[in-house]
């Protein structure tokens, strides 16, 4: 059933609304994409404070060029899904990238480009996003990187006091 022009204007204020408090913005396409598939991939988006949003090509643009974003999304082929972020920047390229490994899934959805901090991606770009690591391991590597040192330093003080102890343990046994 076609959508009223009152419709049309809710759901392109939504997504301006969308638009102007999102980090980042991907474009999926997708296919035979069954109910369970949706609803799956909706929950991690939603796990990441993202969100996933259909909508007509026509109003996606509205919305983009309210926004001035100069990116036509009639461009992409097919059905298009924005993918909207709130706090991490590559957290739906993540997670559509991981929903992608899946053999059965990989024709089902598919990257078109994206946004992030106002540039304009493209698919390659967006699929390079989705396999970097994630800001919790990148933390999770400076803080072993930090930790290395001290460690080691740690390491050595103890080898130092055991040796120490293995020289008093032989002097008492030998008398």
């Known amino acids: 059933m076609p959508k009223?022009?009152?419709?049309k204007q809710?759901?392109?204020?939504?997504?301006?609304?969308?638009i102007k408090n999102s980090k980042s913005l991907v474009f999926a396409g997708f296919n035979a994409f069954g109910v369970k598939?949706?609803?799956?991939?909706?929950?991690?988006?939603?796990a990441e404070n993202s969100e996933y949003?259909?909508?007509k090509k026509t109003l996606i643009n509205l919305a983009l060029k309210e926004s001035k974003i100069d990116i036509n999304v009639r461009d992409f082929e097919g059905k298009v899904a924005a993918i909207f972020s709130y706090?991490?920047?590559?957290?739906?390229?993540?997670?559509?990238?991981?929903?992608?490994?899946?053999?059965?899934?990989v024709e089902k959805v598919f990257f078109l480009g994206g946004i992030l901090e106002?540039?304009?991606?493209?698919?390659?770009?967006?699929?390079?996003l989705s396999q970097l690591p994630s800001k919790q391991e990148l933390y999770a590597s400076i803080v072993g990187s930090l930790?290395?040192?001290?460690?080691g330093f740690v390491n050595v003080l103890a080898?130092?006091?055991?040796?120490?102890?293995?020289?008093?343990?032989?002097?008492?046994?030998?008398k």
């Open 53 to 55: 949003y259909v909508a």
């Open 37 to 46: 598939d949706n609803e799956e991939l909706r929950a991690k988006l939603k």
């Open 147 to 151: 930790n290395a040192p001290v460690s």
């Open 87 to 105: 706090e991490d920047e590559i957290a739906p390229a993540k997670i559509i990238g991981a929903f992608r490994k899946d053999k059965e899934k």
């Open 159 to 174: 080898g130092n006091l055991r040796n120490f102890v293995g020289v008093l343990k032989a002097i008492g046994e030998t």
């Open 4 to 7: 009223n022009k009152l419709q």
């Open 118 to 128: 106002g540039k304009i991606l493209s698919k390659d770009q967006v699929e390079a």
């Open 10 to 18: 809710e759901i392109f204020r939504t997504l301006s609304e969308k």
